[in-house]
């Protein structure tokens, strides 16, 4: 069983920085990408930002320049740096991964999810 467990959100004001966990756990033998998507209300699930496990990274027009996605491959644990936070930005946060657990497949796995509100 494989689960992925974010942490880091939360209500700041417009400018203002947070910085989002994700660790992944279980029987895992690798993982691959590894990413952050948002979905705001009533709007379609984002992909916000990605990152190989070589350490290239891809990221949404509207984020780049403040946000940073980094990864820890001995934690298995993805983060996104968040700065210069817009109203625009509020959003519920998912981690995504794509993992092969021993005995398994390739499977995507996202997170629970964690609500970032930024304030004007």
């Known amino acids: 069983q494989v689960q992925l467990v974010e942490s880091g959100g939360g209500l700041v004001q417009a400018g203002g920085s947070l910085r989002l966990s994700c660790a992944a756990s279980?029987?895992?033998?690798?993982?691959?990408?590894m990413g952050w998507y948002r979905q705001a209300p009533g709007k379609q699930r984002e992909l916000v930002a990605a990152i190989t496990s070589g350490g290239s990274t891809n990221y949404e027009d509207s984020v780049k320049g403040r946000f940073t996605i980094s990864r820890d491959n001995v934690k298995k644990t993805v983060y996104l740096q968040m700065n210069s936070l817009k109203p625009e930005d509020t959003a519920v946060y998912y981690c995504?991964?794509?993992?092969?657990?021993?005995?398994?497949?390739?499977?995507?796995?996202w997170g629970q999810g964690t609500q970032v509100t930024v304030s004007s």
């Open positions: 995504n991964a794509d993992v092969l657990a021993y005995g398994g497949v390739w499977t995507f796995y």
């Open positions: 279980g029987s895992i033998f690798s993982i691959r990408n």
